[in-house]
């Protein structure tokens, strides 16, 4: 054998794809020996040579290693073996069954309705023209008026979900009540000055308030008495804070604004392809 044909040998048995599609040859053979019937059919699951390559290159861009046919016939034999683990996970009603599946696929989902639509930066002139709409988010408080609900547990994972369920439904104030475990404050706080909420809820509680803007469920936050979720009703102000000073927030709200906007807007589409039936 000459140098040139040794040379093309030696390529031949070293690409990954050989392996890749003799191994997937093997396998099918093990399986239909183990089924002791050849003529039973199979679930099938496809593995293709781009596949092959995206799981080289994620395993590459991790590494930083080279595959070599070993190496990538072990990514395969761990992919068939996830995907028909997968499979198998749908085929039991997993999906719908198990809560930390279900709450992972939901948390994707969001994930993907939030970054559906590409933010825009804002120009100077409708950063001027946000903060100048909200003013009385940009100046100095002397009272807030408040609705709050003092949960059962310190679980942030159970408050944030809660909150979230708070804004999609768009529970309003006045029924804090219905969420809130009893108190010795009562659930709204009417134009309580911050002095007042300082002594009442602590430092951080009141820190966290007037960092919060107003109409909206915010939280948690943490005081004397507990995990808390705030509504805020009013805030009364007084001199505006002048606008270089906040500016990085200014544009900071208007991003989460826009983000919310589009987060919305992309749930109600979707939403108005379903039906809600109560049995």
Known sequence: MNTKNANLFQRFFSEPL???FLFGSLLYGYFELQSGDLSQELETIRITPSDVQKLNTRFEEKTGIKPTALTTQTLVEGDFIEQLLFEEAINLGLLKSDEII???LIAKMKHIL???TPLIDPTEEQIHEYYKSNIKEYSHVESITFSHILLASHDLVEASRLLELLQSSKVPPDAAESFSLPSIVPPRQKASS???IQELYGNFFTTKLLQTRSNRWAG??????GLHLVYIEKKSSSMPIDFNEIEEQVYNDFMQDQKESNYNKALTKLAAQYRLEKE
Not at 220 to 225: A, H, R, T, Y
């Open 102 to 104: 279900k709450e992972r």
């Open 220 to 225: 948690p936050f943490i005081s004397k008495f």
């Open 194 to 196: 911050i002095d007042v």
């Open 114 to 116: 939030l970054n559906e």
């Open 18 to 20: 050989l392996y890749f």
